[in-house]
Every structure is written in C-alpha cells, then in structure tokens.
C-alpha cells in the first residue's frame, strides 16, 4: 500500500512538471471574469430590492383601493383618497425547534463558603423539510405588514362625526392606533 500510495504522488509531481504555462488563464482575463461575477451580483442585489419595493407597494395599493370603495360607502363621506404606508412586506414565520438546558451547581470552598451556580442555555434551529432533492424551511405562518400610518382625503371630513367615523373605521380595518390616522377634508 505504500509503494502503490508513493507511486501516486510520483505521478501527480511528473503531472505538474509537464503542464504548460499556457493553461493557466492571464491576468487580465481573470480580472474580467471577477468583475462580471461582480456585475452579475449587483444585478441581483437590485432585482431583490426592486422586488421588494415592488411587493410593499402592491401591498399599499392594495390596502388603498380597498378602504378608498368602503369609505365613500359611509353616509356623508365623498371622492375619498387614501395614502397607506407600510413597515415591510409580508413577514414569514418558519417553525423551530427549541432546546432549553438548566443546570444548577453547589460549589464549596476549603474556607466554608459555598456557591450556587445556575446555568441555563436555549438553542433554536429552524425545521428543514425535504422537497424534492433539497431541504427548505417550514413555513407555519406569513403575517401581515404593520401599517406605519394612513392619511386620508375625503368630502364631507369636515364634520366632526364624519371625520370620527373614517378614523375608527379605518383604524378597525388596518388595526393601527388612532393616533397614525390622519384625516382631512377635501376641497
């Protein structure tokens, strides 16, 4: 086994002997791959983050069209506007599995005194689950976006029960405090 082992490293040191200098690639040719891997990286970087602009305003249009049909369906309220700004796009919640570990020591010393010592660990790991040659996460959830705020427009906004009545109504429907519905008549 050892000779058939040092015959194997005879053969890879006479390989490398006798390759040509011409294989490997020039500089400059190894510069132009990195900077189209670099390209190719940006491109993706700014198609992710033009998805997710893309996904925040579908969303907030969205939410607009909605609450525009249904406040102009409310007694006194007209030609309603409505302006949604979201948080973030919709959030994923994926399973995990949860470990938690105590461990509670008594220590004592030659001097009489003694020490309790309480060690407690949490480690999660997210649940894979195999599809088809992969593994992917497992998704249990995917919740909604918090609203930042809602700024509506609308005839009739002047009277102070129509106005009230597009704030609790549209606090109701987003689930977002009173205090981030901003409402103002239209002219």
């Known amino acids: 086994m050892l000779i058939l082992a040092l015959g194997g490293l005879m053969l890879i040191i006479v390989g490398n002997l006798f390759t040509s200098s011409d294989e490997t690639p020039p500089q400059q040719e190894i510069t132009h791959h990195l900077d189209e891997e670099s390209e190719e990286t940006a491109k993706q970087v700014k198609s992710n983050e033009d998805m997710t602009t893309s996904d925040i305003s579908e969303l907030e249009e969205s939410y607009k ?25 919709k959030i994923k919640v994926y399973e995990k599995n949860l470990i938690y570990g105590q461990q509670s020591t008594d220590e004592s010393d030659k001097n ?5 010592v309480q060690d407690s660990t949490e480690e999660a790991q997210t649940v894979l689950v195999r599809q088809g040659e992969g593994e992917v996460p497992l998704l249990i959830q995917t ?6 705020g809602v700024f509506v427009v609308a005839k009739g906004a002047d009277h102070a029960s129509v106005k009230n009545w597009i704030i609790e109504s549209t606090s109701r429907v987003l689930d977002v405090p009173t205090h981030r519905v901003s409402v103002m008549p239209k002219n």
Do not use: C, F, H, Q
């Open 143 to 148: 919740k909604k976006p918090e609203v930042r």
């Open 65 to 89: 069209k909605d609450l525009e049909s249904m406040l102009n369906n409310i007694k006194g309220v007209s030609e309603a506007e409505v302006m949604v700004n979201l948080e973030s796009t």
């Open 112 to 116: 009489g005194g003694t020490r309790k």
